[in-house]
């Protein structure tokens, strides 16, 4: 049986997906007096280490889903790819208050989706053209116009499922990657920068944005989050009512995400949803009065939201690939570790992951300032460092 207002020192979250926001989030959680379950397919995953129980299966075995569902007063994700079979059926049984609903999973799990619906909203996106599964990916392409991404309909991330064309010569390499895939093709943006917002909001409507921040992506992947954002104080208005207005649309009970492009002539475009905590988010933890992560906590447990100031003037959050534990040569080697906490402005966080692989995402570090740009300047400096 579900409660409206799920108390901490007695509550019991269950969280689907078991990486590093799942462990994050649990640690928020369990700070706060939650007892934290985790229902991961693969065992030994970074959320499960840290948390009270660990489920091994896969989202679509019902009957273990269910049992886990029975042991948690609410459930949510760290992630946005679980199949929202079980979730709809999870939902019609009432076993557990499902914070967002697996609807929004649904609308923000596959592209087409997605855009369809920031299209019908009436909420600003760059124009785009869906292709069926085995459809005429050249068609499409002549729709939008060149230059235009080609995009998997279901789940990409981090660049993956994606192809910039810029000439016609390109469209004959497109139709044969996606071929027989359902996909979007959408106008390319030519951007002064991205941005993102997080957004809480409760079950009683109450909402929260934290500040925009500045997103710089290397080889697809976020490199430095940078706050504030430099960008006009309008543009940060502007963005955080767009991001809240998503959020009500969508009639999110969580957290959610909302990535921008800012154009060069001064639009601003949505390119993507996340409903869970987000990469870009993690500066919160040591740079706002709340973190993203108990602030998810607070909001699917029905309990005031809270404060997302900044307590410091500026901070820039670091991404920390796998590519950091590997030599000039190929070698394996730590990261310098001692380096990057000898500044009293920096905070460090790993995932607990065993293996490093380039392209893997193994932790964050967090750098404080007096300004944007100092900080950056300091971010990169440290990161540079790790790598020799």
Known sequence: ????????????????GGG????????????????????????GCPAGAVAHREVNAPYTDWAQ?????????????????????????LAAEGLAALRPDWRVLEIAQNRL??????????????????????????????????PCVVKTADFGYDGKGQLKLQTQADVAAAAAQFAGQAAVVEQWVAFRC?????????????????????????????????LPARVPTEVQARAEALGLEVAEKLGVVGLIAVELFLTEGGELLVNELAPRTHNSGHYTLDACATSQFEQQVRAICGL?????????????????LGDLWFGPSGERRDPDWPLLLADPDVKLHLYGKAEPRRGRKMGHFTVRGANADEALARAQSLKAALRR
């Open 65 to 89: 889903l269910r049992d886990f569902a029975r042991g948690c007063d609410v459930l949510t994700y760290e992630f946005e790819n679980i199949p929202t079979g079980p979730l709809r059926q």
């Open 20 to 43: 590093q926001l799942g462990r994050m989030l649990a640690q928020a959680a369990q700070t706060l007096g939650f007892s934290v379950s985790v229902f991961e397919p693969q065992a």
């Open 1 to 16: 049986m579900t409660r409206e207002c799920i108390l901490p020192g007695s509550g019991r979250i269950g969280i689907l």
């Open 113 to 146: 989706r997605e855009k369809t619906w920031l299209r019908e909203r009436g909420v600003p996106h760059a124009r785009f053209a869906s292709v069926a599964a085995g459809g005429d990916l050249a068609a499409a392409i002549r729709e939008v116009g060149l």
């Open 194 to 226: 991205e941005l993102s917002v997080v957004v809480a909001r409760g079950a009683d409507g109450q909402a929260r944005a934290f500040p925009v921040s500045e997103n710089v992506h290397t080889n697809h992947i976020l490199d430095y989050s940078i």
């Open 304 to 320: 005031p939201l809270g404060d997302t100031a900044l307590r410091a003037p500026a901070a820039v959050m670091g991404n920390l």
